[in-house]
């Protein structure tokens, strides 16, 4: 048993040295669980949820498919983070439809500085030269359906240029709409 400010052992977590994605604000873990069950072999999921009983429904769901590459963490994404996920450990880390804050200049938002700080530290890092493809570096993915809130997201990135690389056109920082087959 971890103490309470460790970092997980992968590894010893999930039995295997496969890659690691996350998913923070995991909600009732409909996407995780089915990510899981696509990746089963392949790959390992962490879920991340502040609400215990939203936890308790992911872990319900993933004992009924009989996922083994599903761990939970419950708590507050700036604090779990930091403490469980080590860093250049995370191959992926998607971030679907958080609570956008209640009212514009509210310091209770999920994406902020802080918080892509500490998804930066704990993504993989690609080697010198390169890419983010094969084994590469990690990549952060943010979902919202709230336009202020995608804004507000593009404006807290844009205070971290040197984190985080685009991966759409002409380096616009997001794409509108769910890309094909994402889910969700």
Known sequence: ?????????????????????????????????ARA??????GNWLALEMRRNRVRLTW???LRRRLTNVALLCGMAHDMIGAHVPPDSLHELHVNYP?????VGSSQCLVDA??????????RKKAAGGTNTGG???????????????MRMCRELSKVPHLFETTEPWGKPFQAGVPEGYGG
Do not use: I
Request: glycine share 10%; with cysteine; hydrophobic share 45%.
């Open 1 to 33: 048993v971890a103490s309470a400010a460790a970092p997980l052992d992968f590894a010893e977590v999930f039995g295997n040295s496969l890659p690691v994605r996350m998913e923070v604000c995991s909600g009732h873990g409909d996407w995780v669980t």
């Open 37 to 42: 069950a696509s990746d089963e072999g392949t």
């Open 60 to 62: 319900a769901k993933a």
């Open 99 to 103: 609570d956008p804050p209640e009212w």
């Open 114 to 123: 802080a918080f892509l700080l500490a998804a930066h530290r704990s993504l």
């Open 136 to 150: 590469g570096g990690g990549h952060l993915t943010l979902v919202t359906d709230d336009p202020t809130y995608a």
